[in-house]
RNA sequence: GGCCUCAUGGUCAAGAGGUUAAGACGUUGCCCUCUCAAGGCAAAAUCAGGGGUUCAAUUCCCCUUGGGGCUACCA
């Protein structure tokens, strides 16, 4: 059997777009899934879209999500250059052969020409007035220096169809496509040739791409058969949308991979659920790691209808992810947000990192769970009030001049024994524990929640910080 | 406008001609608890509308409605 091969083919824009990194997932997936080669192409024939430094973000994004591609412009391969601006002359040829075997033309109209061309309703398309200009003649006008596109020779009547993996058979009538160009006038190829040439060139034998080429198929498939290839096998995959009518888009600044990276979300938390918009696998997995997805890969989960990013939910499985990371690899990937914070050069964040791991979603809520380490907000004795708890200011006022008096003769700051020490001191006081830890928490960060308890919050702030803390806290009573 | 396409809770979604229509996020409540999280338990919430086909349709067909895509010398 043929080898599968599949390639993702972005252009260079200068940002990873979540909808085409999921795209890219899924083409790595399929691929690795049966065991074939995962390709990437650079699609940079729009010179004037050239955005610099745009070829790393799609090397570093592809990498950092674990989607390594067997093939591609920096690791090389048996079928390249794999980026389209260097295979220019090549398009051309093609293109050539393709109008000897009647499936293009040359064209000379104008855009004066072609603009006149719209109708009432806005709409245009190409009359084939070039169509009639014998090749001989082309070429004489051409050679003469005029200027001049290669446009495909769309058939004017008949339908054409084929099977779409995901959405079926698509049957689309000739008459309502247009003479694309092939080859622009400055002797690049578009989209619509260069995809076609370089998937066959390159052997790539599935075909993954969005919607918005569903219906222009035909027009690829036209090629195919001119030249006498054989046709890749198509699965198109719905659109991701930032809300019912809109898809998630740059502009807004909710579809750019780096953007959720420096959010604090993590890297395989957002490939993740990217990979869960559109596709579900048959045991229901939800949390799953990109290898595990190449084993559980499969076409008939993928969805045909758009579905809707959700932060939210994002949020949640990116706190799952956090979770599940052992100390130290948390604390790694925290500390460039400690680093936000002042927090770092107060306190050993080994602790803080401890207490603050299962409160938070993104990483980028570290320096604001922190703050009151950094400094303790001012506050009013109404805090000391809970009702649940039964705590109020006098409590406070009669215990925590006691409570300081212990804590000063506490050699050992760390939690387990300040919890030993302060609950039998609540026992002494013949209140309850947690009213005392209750009312010393208030006393220490002047917040109502915090993360972490009393003695957690002791440790991390250690002797001298907590006993100066405390001693202002029952000033102000 | 024309063409292509899609339609299960607020969101992601499983499902199948006969089911109490899964699960997850979120929401709400309870438990646990040194506040808050985390964790545990529970609850509310869905087959867009109308016609067919059928003993039976949310599932198959048609229409309507609504959404998305294409309709570039962008990809």
């Known amino acids: 059997m043929e080898k599968v091969r599949t390639r993702f083919a972005p252009s260079p824009t200068g940002f990873m777009h979540l909808g085409g990194l999921r795209t890219a997932l899924y083409a790595y997936l399929f691929a690795k899934h049966n065991d074939g080669d995962f390709i990437l192409r ?40 794999y980026t389209q601006s260097e295979r220019k002359d090549m398009y051309l ?31 245009r398309k190409y009359d084939k007035h070039c169509l009639k200009i014998s090749k001989e003649e082309a070429e004489r006008r051409i050679a003469n220096g005029e200027s001049y596109v290669i446009r495909q020779n769309i058939p004017t009547e008949g339908t054409s169809s084929y099977e779409d993996l995901i959405y079926g058979t698509i049957e689309v009538d000739y008459s309502d496509l247009e003479d694309n ?5 400055d002797g690049m190829p578009t989209y619509n040739f260069a995809n076609v040439i370089d998937d066959h060139l390159m052997k790539i034998s599935h075909v993954i791409r969005g919607t918005e080429y569903l ?41 750019n991979f780096d953007d959720f990276i420096s959010k604090g979300y993590i890297e395989e938390a957002i490939i993740n659920y990217v990979a869960l918009l559109g596709w579900c696998p048959k045991n229901n997995a939800e949390k799953m790691t990109v290898p595990e997805m190449v084993e559980l890969f499969d076409l008939t989960g993928i969805s045909k209808s758009p579905s809707i990013f959700d932060e939210v939910k994002l949020r949640w499985l990116n706190s799952e992810y956090l979770k599940a990371m052992d100390d130290e690899e948390f604390l790694k990937r925290a500390t460039p947000f400690f680093e936000k914070s002042e927090v770092f050069k107060l306190y050993d964040v080994r602790k803080i990192a401890k207490i603050i791991k299962s409160r938070i979603e993104i990483l980028s809520d570290i320096p604001e769970k922190v703050f009151f380490l950094v400094s303790r907000p001012d506050f009013n004795e109404a805090l000391y009030e809970n009702k649940k708890q039964k705590t109020d200011s006098q409590l406070a006022k009669q215990i925590l001049p006691s409570v300081l008096t212990t804590l000063e003769q506490t050699p050992s700051f760390t939690n387990d024994e300040l919890f030993a020490t302060l609950s039998a001191k609540a026992e002494e006081l013949g209140i309850k524990s947690r009213q005392l830890f209750y009312v010393l928490r208030i006393a220490l960060t002047g917040l109502e929640v915090t993360p972490g308890g009393a003695t957690e919050i002791l440790d991390i702030l250690g002797k001298e910080e907590s006993i100066k803390r405390l001693k202002t806290a029952i000033e102000l009573l």
């Not at 160009?181 to 006038?185: A, M, N, P, Y």
């Open 42 to 81: 650079i699609e940079d024939t729009d010179r004037e879209r050239f955005v610099e430094g745009a070829l790393d973000v799609i090397y570093s994004s592809l990498k950092c999500s674990g989607l390594n591609y067997d093939e591609g412009p920096d690791v090389g391969g048996d079928y390249g250059p």
């Open 93 to 123: 040829d093609y293109a050539k052969k393709l109008i000897d075997l009647g499936g293009a033309y040359y064209c000379f109209c104008s855009k004066e020409r072609l603009e006149s061309l719209t109708d009432e309703n806005g709409n």
């Open 181 to 185: 160009i092939l080859i622009k006038s």
């Open 215 to 255: 219906s222009s198929t035909p027009k690829y498939n036209l090629m195919y058969d001119a030249f006498g290839w054989k046709r890749p096998v198509y699965i198109h995959l719905p659109t991701i949308m930032k809300d019912a009518t809109r898809k998630l888009s740059k502009r807004y600044g909710d579809a």
